[in-house]
């Protein structure tokens, strides 16, 4: 038999991956219109990331090398003769089936606007789209997105990646109107503009002509324009249907190729699938049913039993950084259904659940800001899992120590689909465990679960470690794909076998090039091993953004200065110095809860300029932008206050001397009181001391922020001595066995045998690792260098400290208004009136 099929996107290549798998005796030839193979349109935005079009290829290397598969590109086809079972290729060439699949997806819809077809106007669809964006971007300002939806966000988001002014016009009055209600909507909106992208809703565009501020302007319906540079249509999909429409094959009411639960088309020798189909009328854009449409439609060539039965359209992704899911009847349209809403503007955050009128099934959700729930939301909706008595507790906040709200991986059905991209079950993923994928790469490799959108993958993590433990087997926690080992075994791994860089660590203990994950918290684990200078070249990559520039980035792009001023204490001079910094560079000055003051606004090229003079009046980096000692927080204690019985702020002094510049799994804060009366706030740190007639009272593991912890007596009336050897041994044990990024209240609820345990480790000794943790605490202080003062005097490290590679060049997009005889940044509006890409009236 020999199959044809049009179209090598994601889903005319599942479809031939499922095929070549099942019957590789079959002769396939895949007909596709781009210049290259299949890719990952679902990421497309991570080109503008930094990844290729090869990172983001579907196809395996050799995969068309096999017997039976041909791979045709750049081959448009111009006719299908149903009679002659024949496609005719644009070059003229005729080719034969015995079963045609049409693949052709959608093309994106572009409203017919005049103007559209100027120089600067692109859609956001293909990889060619994307590369000629980024060409026009490099001699850009600013950028326009023409669609509020889905794919415009994402765009959107492409258009920061370039480092432009980015705005989305979309002509419904919200945001998301198909997935989003009102009130999420509402919020997603705060969430995006805070990222610096502005929204103009219900704008009807009009005409696109030249513009004064930028290449276009676009007028819209109420009077208003907005000039730009660059303008992307991503205002929905339209199914290509047009091969089809030309052989008189059956079309859906809203056009696409109508096809029946088999994918089969009006033509028996024919079937369709993915976005280009029509099943009882309804179009299909998401990569999911495309799956699920590819799969049926090789199932029925096979003679297999099993039909299309519609797709849920619920979703989950990550827009601009903000998490957004959609789940069944979002808008609550079944009669009789009810919702529950939560909302903390604050925080950023909307959840919503509609249930049915007698308030026992779940029929659909809302959740922006954050989307932990979705996976338990969404299988107790397309399961029919009864609701608890209190619904609402699903989306209210759980306090630490609380047990997860819902029913859990092991109230679902054998049969709950918990991978949708590729039709994967729980009881699928159960007899994988049993058959031996014990980990979560061996269970995507044998399944094929998480491996598409990726949404899955918690879900998959939950029911992958629920099998474990039934079957009494230890869970993995490897860090990541790259390393089969916890961040505790990697510690562990670095230390004994003095490994000196993250490509020794790969090569003796890792697989593939590394990620996201594995790369900071080697840099975290070599750094509070070895002490060397974070931005080395052999480390200087592995570093997130506030520790390759050693300052915070704030939301305008522009970093934050913060000296250490240890303890708390700064002498006139030095708060002279600070100030005079801040008003040579025009710098926004506050008091942090740290006891130090933070300088905001620096431009990237102006961090050595300033680091150099704060060097000069005797400061050194306060670490603010490390998972490191950040702060020792004091009173003034016996030195000056009349109820002081200790001298807290000296003490406070020579402990953040000590362990000023020890990476740890996580930032760690000291408190130091002169006394009971607890004005440094001790008690809420990772490390506090307060004084006694005595001696000092040492408390571990406290938290302030969004889970407050009250901290824990570790030992009681110490000598300073005392108190300096249990410290290096608290926190050398916790660099050593803590998970990433965790801090040491979670660490602490997370310790196998509590408090008990933790004292009989760091004061009694128990394991007789004392001394071994004190030594390598004492490495680290020996070995301390201030971070600036490296930065400033190397010359390859200085270089990086520019806003263009290849430019001096500043950033003219910086923009601060003056409010309260200081500066801050400037609103969105305010930009619009200062730098004219703007909506103008």
């Not at 009694?764 to 971070?787: F, H, K, P, R, S």
């Amino acid at each position: 038999m020999n199959i044809i099929v049009i179209g090598h996107g994601m889903v005319g290549h599942k479809f031939v991956e499922t095929l070549a798998a099942a019957a590789p005796h079959l002769h396939i030839t895949v007909l596709g219109e781009e210049p290259r193979p299949a890719y990952d349109r679902v990421h497309l935005s991570d080109f503008f990331a930094g990844k290729t079009a090869d990172d983001l290829s579907l196809v395996a290397p050799g995969f068309f090398e096999r017997a039976n598969l041909e791979l045709k590109l750049n081959a448009k086809v111009a006719a299908i003769d149903r009679g002659a079972r024949s496609v005719t290729l644009a070059g003229g060439e005729v080719l034969a089936y015995d079963k045609l699949v049409l693949a052709t997806g959608s093309s994106p819809f572009v409203p017919p606007v005049p103007g559209r077809e100027r120089a600067g106007c692109f859609v956001y669809r293909t990889i060619e789209d994307l590369e000629a964006m980024r060409e026009c971007g490099a001699r850009s300002r600013s950028g326009v997105v023409v669609g509020g939806g889905l794919l415009g966000l994402e765009c959107a988001k492409a258009l920061r990646d370039l480092g432009l002014d980015a705005h989305v016009v979309e002509f419904a009055p919200r945001l998301m109107a198909v997935q989003v209600d009102d009130p999420g909507a509402r919020m997603l909106r705060t969430r995006i503009e805070e990222l610096g992208v502005a929204v103009h809703t219900g704008k009807n565009t009009l005409a696109i002509v030249d513009g004064e501020a930028g290449m276009h302007r676009m007028q819209f319906a109420d009077g208003s324009h907005l000039d730009t540079d660059m303008i992307v249509f991503s205002a929905g999909i339209r199914p290509r249907d047009e091969l089809a429409r030309a052989c008189e094959l059956a079309l859906g009411p809203r056009g696409g190729i109508a096809i029946d639960d088999d994918c089969l088309t009006s033509d028996p020798d024919i079937y369709a699938v993915g976005e280009c189909a029509a099943w009882r009328g309804q179009l299909f854009g998401l990569v999911a049913p495309g799956y699920d449409m590819a799969r049926t439609a090789v199932r029925h060539v096979l003679g297999a039993p099993g039909g299309f039965l519609g797709a849920d359209m619920s979703t989950k992704l990550k827009l601009m950084g903000v998490d957004v899911a959609s789940i069944g009847d979002a808008h609550g349209a079944t009669p009789g259904s009810r919702s529950y809403q939560f909302s903390d503007e604050r925080k950023g955050l909307y959840k919503k659940i509609v249930v049915s009128d007698c308030g026992k099934r779940l029929l659909g959700a809302v959740l922006v800001g954050d989307a932990a729930q979705y996976g338990t939301l969404l299988q107790m909706a397309a399961n029919g899992i009864a609701l608890p008595e209190a619904p609402e507790f699903l989306i209210l906040p759980q306090h630490e120590g609380q047990p997860p709200h819902g029913p859990g991986v092991g109230a679902l059905p054998a049969s709950a689909q918990v991978c949708s991209c590729n039709d994967v079950s729980k009881g699928t993923l159960c007899a994988a465990v049993l058959e031996g994928a014990t980990s979560i790469g061996a269970l995507k490799k044998c399944t094929g679960a998480g491996t598409a959108c990726g949404g899955c993958v918690p879900l998959v993590t939950q029911v992958l470690n629920a099998e474990l433990a039934k079957q009494g087997v230890a869970v993995s926690r490897a860090l990541c794909e790259h390393f089969a080992h916890s961040r505790q075994e990697l510690h562990h791994l670095v230390r004994i076998g003095r490994i000196r860089s993250f490509g020794e660590l790969l090569a003796r203990h890792g697989t593939g090039l590394g990620c996201d994950i594995c790369k900071p918290v080697a840099a975290n684990i070599l750094a509070s091993t070895w002490n060397d200078f974070v931005l080395k070249p052999e480390h200087a990559s592995l570093q997130d953004s506030n520790d390759y520039f050693l300052g915070n980035i704030q939301k305008d792009g522009t970093y934050s200065v913060v000296p250490r001023m240890p303890g708390g204490e700064v002498t006139a001079d030095g708060l002279i110095a600070v100030g005079m910094v801040a008003k040579k560079y025009g710098l926004y000055t506050k008091i942090t809860g740290g006891q130090r003051v933070d300088l905001f606004g620096a431009r990237v090229d102006q961090l050595p300029l300033i680091w150099e003079e704060l060097i000069a009046a005797g400061f050194e980096s306060g670490h603010a932008y490390g998972k490191s000692l950040r702060t020792v927080k004091s009173c003034v204690g016996s030195t000056w206050c009349r109820y002081g019985v200790g001298d807290s702020a000296g003490f406070a002094i020579a402990l953040e001397h000590r362990y000023k510049g020890l990476r740890t799994p996580h930032k760690v804060k000291f408190g130091v009181s002169g006394c009971t009366r607890e004005c440094a706030e001790a008690q809420g740190k990772d490390v506090g001391l307060i004084a006694t007639d005595k001696g000092w009272n040492l408390y571990v593991c406290g938290n302030g922020g969004m889970k407050p912890r009250h901290a824990e007596l570790l030992a009681s009336n110490l000598d300073e001595a005392t108190v300096v050897k249990l410290v290096d041994r608290f926190l050398m044990f916790y660099v050593r066995t803590a998970d990433r990024l965790q801090r040491t209240s979670t660490w602490r609820e997370h310790l196998e045998g509590g408090l008990d345990y933790l004292k009989r480790v760091v004061v009694e000794d128990t394991l007789g690792i004392g001394l071994e943790l004190e030594a390598e605490m004492q490495a680290v202080v020996d070995t301390y260098a201030c971070e600036w003062k490296n930065a400033v005097e190397d010359p390859a490290v200085r270089k990086r400290f520019r806003h263009f590679v290849n430019s001096e060049a500043q950033d003219d997009n910086v923009v601060f208004m003056p409010e309260r005889g200081q500066v801050r940044p400037a609103t969105i509006e305010e930009r619009r009136r200062l730098i004219p890409i703007v909506v103008a009236h």
